[in-house]
């Protein structure tokens, strides 16, 4: 047995001392604009031009209309693929450049991945599209925005998470995979504050569940997550925070047109708790001034560091529920803030291939009627 990577089981003693609560959750209003953190820097990276588009093309059709967006695909999934029994959606960081950690994974992986198809797609701003030259059907959103669901500035109102909607139809589509088994979402940095929302409020799972196909969210190194209630662990020295517990935090206002209304979040939180979630936490991750890391006093109240923020989260999470608790925290030492590191670990494959050898201790055990299916163990 492996013993480099450790799972920490966080007892509800921790969540107890959660000490900032607010009022009961009033309706939300839906803003037709995204307005992510502004208390920190953004890095000048974040807003530059990408250097690189993907090579594929994904139409997202909705009510609002059509739009394009760029993407990679490990195979050609406009024919059959009978031999596919995992699909890896992989969702990038806030700059929109680490576009290869997936695919450096499945390589690693070796025959764990050999039946997987390994799916990229990337979220693009104004300047991207300018720099590029992209057709006038390209979306784009803002920098902060398609992180969290919120639609896209041009050329429709399309939400980022239509475009998992847009992906799960397709691998639902039984002419193209019928052996799928699994879907994984994963994503790291923003891409985790990405699949952890889009856990929470997403309305895309239906095609696949219904076809008998698990899912499962690698929660990776976000920045911040979505709670359902107004407690948090920390009070910061800007109280009162007057959006902590606005979306992209909370429920309370502020959530984008995707979410539907009106919003029950304890209706939100035990749908949440029953989906097959593995937090994967970098160990070093524990810079209190990365320069990516979303200062506002909304994320400071969850925690100094991602690691913090993190463990917070999921003390508070087990605390609800602690005898059917069934989501998964799992550390990685020697690890920071990188997408790459984290996948090619030896839990982080097996939280994308079911690869054999992560030592994972944590006795919980799946809640009743949640799709989990156990990590490889050895």
Not at 73 to 92: F, L, N, Y
Not at 270 to 277: E, G, P, T
Not at 304 to 316: K, Q
Request: with cysteine; hydrophobic share 40%; net charge negative.
């Amino acid at each position: 047995m492996l013993s480099a990577i450790r799972t920490r089981a966080l007892p509800a003693l921790i969540a107890a001392a959660f000490l900032h609560i607010a009022p009961t959750f009033a309706a939300a209003a839906s803003p037709t604009v995204d307005t992510g953190p502004t208390s920190h820097k953004s890095d000048p990276v974040v807003r530059s031009p990408v250097p690189v588009i993907q090579d594929g093309r994904l139409e997202v059709i909705t009510p609002a209309g059509r739009g394009v967006v760029p993407i990679h695909v490990s195979r050609d999934w406009s024919v059959p693929q009978p031999d596919v029994t995992r699909a890896v959606i992989v969702i990038h960081g806030w700059p929109r450049r680490d576009l290869t950690s997936g695919d450096q994974a499945a390589i690693k992986a070796g025959s764990s991945a050999q039946d997987a198809i390994i799916i990229t797609p990337q979220f693009l701003i104004a300047a991207d599209i300018e720099a590029h030259q992209l057709p006038a059907d390209t979306l784009h959103w803002g920098t902060d925005g398609w992180k969290t669901g919120y639609d896209a500035h041009g050329p429709v109102p399309i939400s980022s998470y239509s475009v998992i909607d847009t992906i799960f139809a397709r691998l639902a589509d039984k002419t193209l995979f019928p052996a799928l088994k699994q879907v994984v979402l994963a994503g790291h940095s923003a891409g985790g504050q990405f699949v952890q929302r889009y856990a929470a409020v997403g309305h895309g799972q239906s095609p696949l569940l219904t076809r008998g196909i698990a899912i499962r969210y690698v929660v990776a190194n976000p920045s911040s997550y979505l709670y359902f209630d107004a407690q948090r662990p920390v009070v910061t020295g800007d109280r009162p925070c007057a959006n902590f517990d606005r979306w992209e935090y909370g429920l309370s206002s502020g959530l984008p047109p995707y979410v539907a209304q009106p919003v029950s979040p304890s209706e939100l939180e035990k749908r949440y708790l029953a989906r097959d979630v593995v937090y994967l936490l970098g160990m070093d991750d524990t810079d209190p001034n990365h320069k990516e890391l979303d200062r506002s006093c909304g994320a400071e109240e969850q925690g100094p560091t991602r690691l913090s923020r993190g463990l917070n989260y999921v003390a508070h999470l087990r605390s609800q529920d602690e005898a059917h608790f069934g989501q998964r925290v799992i550390e990685v030492p020697g690890v920071a803030h990188s997408s790459s590191r984290m996948y090619a670990s030896t839990c982080g494959m097996a939280a994308l291939f079911d690869r054999e050898g992560c030592d994972q201790t944590d006795s919980s055990q799946p809640s009743s009627g949640t799709a989990a299916s156990p990590l490889a163990v050895k």
